[in-house]
């Protein structure tokens, strides 16, 4: 699989968050990230005259905590609520979760090692610290799913979500490309999971660049090995949007 070339000033640029971006932390509020990340996604997003986006499971309350000062347009909960460039927050509608959330947390007062984590609209399970209760956490996911309507259940990096059937991380995408500064840009989608591959089939439908960031199988026809090879990337990319050629493309 190869590596991806560097970016022409006509792209839009979406990112994951944990394990692309960032490394993966045991627990979801652990994460760090570098202020080099910080500086970088700034640089390219003036040089792409604002068309960065970060894309994740992540609330975009989350984000624009562990990203600031930089603000981004944020699409958070897998899309299902998403911030433009305008700055006004958009979120699908869902039911009353209390009746799902009462399943998982009778599980998670049984097992200590488990993690619930409530999000605007959608409910995810962390097993990482309990990889052996893989199996229960995704029967009592499934339990939970048939307390609500119109939610669906997705698997990630030990974890398993309960979210809105219409939110994903490719209908996110597709939603900023019809936006500005993002409409008739080229897009690229940077990844590490499963629930990224949604936003890889989008992209390379649309002629747009997919990048799987780690092991596993993919859609993306192009793979860097972690967030640390992503980053030399972007520090690269960063340097040739600068260079005075590509400037001119974008006067």
Do not use: N
């Not at 894309?55 to 989350?62: C, I, K, N, Q, T």
């Not at 399943?103 to 605007?120: D, F, I, Q, S």
């Not at 972007?234 to 340097?239: E, K, N, T």
Request: net charge neutral; charged share 25%.
């Amino acid at each position: 699989m190869l590596e991806p070339p560097l970016p022409d000033p006509g792209c839009a640029l979406f990112f994951d968050f944990d394990g692309t971006l960032t490394d993966i932390a045991p627990q979801p509020d652990a994460v760090v990230v570098d202020d080099a990340v910080r500086g970088l996604l700034s640089h390219l997003a003036a040089r792409l005259r604002g068309a960065v986006a970060v894309v994740s499971g992540r609330p975009v309350a989350d984000l624009e905590r562990l990203l600031h000062p930089l603000r981004l347009p944020l699409a958070g909960v897998h899309g299902a609520e998403r911030r433009g460039h305008d700055g006004y927050l958009r979120r699908i509608a869902v039911g009353d979760l209390a009746p799902a959330r009462a399943v998982v947390e009778a599980l998670v007062r049984e097992h200590p090692g488990l993690l619930l984590e409530v999000k605007p609209g959608a409910l995810s399970l962390h097993y990482r610290q309990a990889p052996a209760l893989e199996d229960l956490c995704l029967r009592t996911m499934a339990q939970a799913q048939q307390r609500v309507d119109g939610m669906t259940l997705m698997r990630g990096k030990m974890v398993v979500e309960l979210k809105p059937r219409r939110a994903g991380k490719g209908h996110a995408v597709r939603a900023f490309l019809d936006e500005r500064p993002f409409r008739l840009r080229r897009p690229w989608f940077f990844g590490d999971d499963v629930t990224d591959e949604a936003a890889f089939e989008a992209v390379q439908a649309l002629g747009g660049v997919a990048v799987k960031v780690g092991d596993g199988d993919t859609l993306a026809a192009h793979r860097l090995p972690d967030p640390a090879a992503l980053q030399r990337w972007l520090r690269h990319a960063a340097d040739a949007l600068a260079r005075p050629e590509a400037r001119a493309l974008v006067r």
